[in-house]
């Protein structure tokens, strides 16, 4: 990077997770930082929705690695306690088959040990080796290589070893299926890569970590939701000295020469020296980058890879409770390996579903008026570029079969007692989100994939141009996009080192390594 006379400016464009944690960093380490949020609030897929005294988080409600959160408000030493209160989950996920079989799956392992013994006996010293792998992998994997940019391929060689120990070429599934054998236990130790947008068919094996984390550090909800983190995120960032400017959509990433320049949106242009997008990483490239040929490889490339499924969601209140539902509800249905095979390579739209039902009102009863509960039904599906339906029409007749399956077999009464509905389908992915082809989490969490062979945190074709969220490294889910931010933040503190030494400023206080 050129020398400058003054510190250097950022913009990051997107205000979800990611976009905030690298704002606030940048702001902790001097760094003047502007937030561009095309909606009219922060949080990006991290919405909220307010209607008839209910509150319904839109995206990301399963909170795990808190200290990565906690992180940033130790930056200014503060504590997130004073801002959000995060309420502990436990069991962490009711699981339900159609046979009648459930599962309540938390970090006690003698009550883990004991349902598995019920199901399968001869499973309980498998699941024990299956945990000691995930430690393991979640020690590689997370502990030492989530915050870590891969930015040259001298970097993923460095770390194959450690790969090939870990099996990193199986999937998720076979590795599960290697240390347990009944078919339900399979899919309960396999469905978590789901949650960040993969396929357990072929998802690399290092999601296994995933169990090791949750069970290490426990699953949490923020009190008043979601929506009250990414508030007590941007009540730090304001308080840092960043600005947000909200319903401002960024429509170019300006750049001269090979350097960014600046961004422009509705009202002009405005110079920045940095600028990191948050925004989908296609449409960064093409749409805020359609101007600039350096980045049409990339450009190709990421048009040739594989992207993760789509989400098809169903926001509801409702005029009674269903106590025999806990916050985290996953609902398999008669179907796994072949229903996936028709989300993610098929691209048909079944009959049947697997689900995932957020019932936040068990902890916390203000998301709703007394005596009410508030739901979020999600059913994945396949994105856009694999499923070629009209949602506008498909959406109503889909989530109407879903809410009578579940009043079929787990909510009874459900479809009177709504007082309440919204849908978001693949088509707002596509349009609110600025999501190619409406996919809910970027680039599918395949080896082929990963580290380096995702988009990398720093551009290598335009100085000053990064990368944060599901998209580039690690991946997606809370902590995934939040280390993210770590790792890019630190590639910005070593590109502009010269240049914060100006005038002396406070990144010296703070570890970005």
Known sequence: MRKRTSKPRAAVIGSGFGGLAVAIRLQAAGIRTVLYEKRDRAGGRAY???????TFDAGPTVITAPDCLRELFALFGRSMDDYVALLAVNPFYRLFWEDGFKFDYSNDSPDI????????????????????????VFREGYENLAHVPFLNWSSMVAVAPQLIRLKAYRSV????????????????????????GGNPFTTTSI????????????????????????????????????????????????????????????????????????????????????HEPAVGATRRRL???????????????????YPNLLHHNIIFGPRYRELLRDIFSRGLLPQDFSLYLHRPTQSDPSLAPPGCDAFYVLSPV???????????????????RVLEYLEQRYMPGLRSSIVTQRLFTPKDFQTEL???????????????QSAFFRVHNRDRHIRGLYFVGAGTHPGAGIPGVVNSAKATAGLIMQDFAAELELGGTRERQFSYA
């Not at 004991?114 to 430690?135: C, H, T, W």
């Not at 048009?303 to 409770?321: D, E, K, P, Q």
């Not at 396949?382 to 109407?400: F, S, T």
């Not at 600025?434 to 082929?448: D, K, M, Q, V, Y």
Request: with cysteine; aromatic share 12%.
């Open 434 to 448: 600025n999501s190619h082809l409406g996919s809910a989490f970027s680039l599918e969490p395949r080896l082929t």
């Open 382 to 400: 396949a994105h856009l570029g694999k499923l070629r339906v009209d949602w506008d029409r498909e959406g109503p007749p889909y989530a109407a």
């Open 48 to 54: 909220v929705y307010r209607d008839a005294g209910f």
């Open 207 to 290: 999601y296994t970590l995933i169990h090791c984390l949750e069970r290490k550090w426990g699953v949490f909800f923020p009190r008043g939701g979601t929506g009250a983190l990414i508030e007590a995120l941007v009540k730090l960032f304001k308080a840092s000295g960043g600005e947000i400017r909200l319903s401002a959509e960024v429509g170019r990433i300006n750049s001269v020469a090979g350097s960014v320049t600046g961004i422009a949106t509705r009202v002009g242009n405005e110079p920045f020296d940095i600028v990191v997008s948050n925004a989908d990483v296609v449409h960064t490239y093409d749409r805020l980058l359609q």
């Open 113 to 136: 040990e004991a349902q598995i013994r019920n199901k399968s006996p001869r499973d309980v010293d498998g699941y024990k080796r299956f945990l000691k792998y995930s430690e393991d």
């Open 303 to 321: 048009h040739r890879m594989a992207y993760s499924m789509s989400l098809f969601l169903i926001y509801v209140g409702t005029h009674r409770t």
């Open 173 to 196: 599934y076979q590795m599960v299926a290697k240390y347990i054998k009944d078919p339900h236990l399979r899919q309960l130790f396999s469905f978590h890569s789901l949650l960040v």
